[in-house]
């Protein structure tokens, strides 16, 4: 069964710690790029972190810029997001996706990406 599988939010404090893991099944993640996206309760879905798969290149939202490690371990076909330094404006449910397009496409119009992922709550609360 081709799936992308996310997990790995729950709830933690202001300024804890998180890694969101987006493992894929059926196919190989080598050749997508992988996305990262979030959506809160009432806002707009927003693009957060990406990683190509030509040569790794990363890209962050300006909002998480510093705080948050995207990385690809190919070897176990997953893709992880490190989330550090964590506010209660990181809580939503984040997604990733997987797209063949690239990650400059994926973040303007996250329809093109050609799999999602079901989503994991993050909630940053005290």
């Known amino acids: 069964q081709v799936q992308l599988v996310d997990s790995g939010g729950g709830l933690v404090q202001p300024g804890g710690s998180l890694r969101l893991s987006c493992a894929a099944s059926?196919?190989?993640?080598?050749?997508?790029?992988i996305g990262w996206f979030r959506q809160a309760p009432g806002k707009e879905r927003e693009g957060v972190s990406c990683?190509?798969?030509?040569?790794?290149?990363?890209y962050y939202a300006d909002s998480v810029k510093g705080r948050f490690t995207i990385s690809r371990d190919n070897a176990k076909n997953t893709v992880y997001l490190q989330m550090n330094s964590l506010k209660p404006e990181d809580t939503a449910v984040y997604y990733c996706v997987a797209g063949t397009v690239g990650c400059a496409p994926i973040a303007t119009r996250p329809s093109m990406a050609d799999y999602w992922g079901q989503g994991t709550q993050v909630t940053v609360s005290s």
């Open positions: 059926g196919f190989t993640l080598d050749y997508y790029a």
């Open positions: 990683i190509s798969s030509s040569d790794g290149s990363t």
